[in-house]
């Protein structure tokens, strides 16, 4: 049974670098068509998509963000890490893992983490 | 590319039929996958590739279209079902949708 379960930090200070992880277990990171994606959810908003880590080595990053994130593997670990730099109180959210999955040319995010709150502040 | 749901809140009873509605800016085919979120819990999959109901999903979700309008069907609304619902399209990167809440 794969489960993704998130970690890092819970405060962040303004302009500092949050750096979360995502540990994969039951599955191999780095095997399959798959690729491992962030999603974050402000308090009481809805959900955006942060970036993803493609097996095959490949990253795509909201363009919103693109400037700031980046998405890597960490195979030793069976890993996907976030780091987003110069955060600010905007970034305060709850950050989620997913798996993406491939069928027939449709992706979907068939598995999450719990995810893990971050909270930007001094 | 843009999705808007509507309603954008709702109220139902146990037993009733709920529909939800996804638009979408520009035609997206059927790439687009629907979740559930419960309070304090993570997204769920409910159905992808717009019409695919997830394994172990209950039958009395259903989803429907393609292009740029998609709907979520829940038969006989049930007390778990109480939750907000998001669309994603899938088709340019990823976008979800404002979400649906349904509630009591």
């Known amino acids: 049974q794969v489960q993704l379960q998130e970690s890092g930090p819970g405060l962040v200070k303004p302009s500092q670098t949050l750096a979360l992880s995502c540990t994969v277990s039951?599955?191999?990171?780095?095997?399959?068509?798959?690729?491992w994606a962030w999603i974050r959810q402000p308090a009481g908003r809805g959900l955006e998509w942060i970036g993803r880590?493609?097996?095959?080595?490949?990253?795509d990053y909201n363009a919103s963000l693109k400037s700031r994130v980046a998405i890597s593997m960490d195979t030793s670990n069976n890993q996907v890490t976030l780091r987003l730099t110069s955060v600010t109180a905007a970034d305060s959210a709850i950050y989620y893992c997913?798996?993406?999955?491939?069928?027939?040319?449709?992706?979907?995010?068939?598995?999450w983490g719990r995810g893990t709150l971050v909270t930007v502040s001094s | 590319i843009q999705l808007t749901q509507s309603p954008s809140f709702m109220s139902a009873s146990v037993g009733d039929r709920v529909t939800i509605t996804c638009r979408a800016s520009?035609?997206?085919?059927?790439?687009l996958a629907w979740y559930q979120q419960e309070p304090g819990k993570a997204p769920k999959l409910l159905i992808y590739?717009?019409?695919t109901l997830q394994s172990g999903v209950p039958s009395r979700f259903s989803g429907s279209g393609s292009g740029t309008e998609f709907t979520l069907t829940i038969h006989n609304l049930q007390p778990e079902d109480f939750a907000t619902y998001y669309c994603?399209?899938?088709?340019?990167?990823?976008?979800f949708g404002p979400g649906t809440k349904v509630d009591i």
């Open positions: 997913a798996r993406g999955v491939n069928w027939e040319s449709y992706w979907y995010f068939d598995l």
């Open positions: 039951g599955a191999s990171v780095s095997s399959g068509n798959f690729y």
């Open positions: 880590f493609y097996t095959g080595g490949t990253t």
């Open positions: 520009q035609a997206i085919g059927r790439y």
């Open positions: 590739a717009a019409l």
């Open positions: 994603q399209q899938l088709n340019s990167y990823f976008s």
